[in-house]
Nanobody, 132 residues
């Protein structure tokens, strides 16, 4: 059974930092892609970042480039999202999601990683709140 468990959400001040973690189990981590998405109240869910654990390639939304860093620990089957210089607009519920069918992760993945429908499993989310 696949499990994705997010942790690390909290209330921080503008300019602060947080590290989110996504612990994965029930599938072959190395052959997957793990993405972070977020959804603010009244807004659509959007892709934030993604990593492919086998080669460590990382992808970011323009809105977070230079502020967020995604990383992975293959031994722990865990993906992290280090968030720095947080802004009120970063406040949202953050979800990790996994693509477990490796045939979806092809040469076009850099252009497709933020497409929600490609992800097979989702976590329950963790709340990030940023005070002005």
């Amino acid at each position: 059974e696949v499990h994705l468990v997010e942790s690390g959400g909290a209330l921080v001040q503008t300019g602060g930092s947080l590290r989110l973690a996504c612990a994965a189990s029930g599938f072959t981590f190395d052959d997957s892609a793990i993405g972070w998405f977020r959804q603010a109240p009244g807004k659509e869910r959007e892709g934030v970042s993604c990593i492919t654990p086998r080669d460590g390639r990382a992808y970011y939304a323009d809105s977070v480039k230079g502020r967020f860093t995604i990383s992975k620990d293959n031994a722990k089957n865990t993906v992290y999202l280090q968030m720095s210089s947080l802004k009120p607009k970063d406040m949202a519920a953050y979800y990790c999601a996994a693509v477990t069918a490796s045939n979806k992760i092809g040469t076009n993945w850099p252009y497709r990683w933020a497409l929600e429908y490609l992800y097979d499993y989702w976590g329950q989310g963790t709340q990030v709140s940023v005070s002005a």
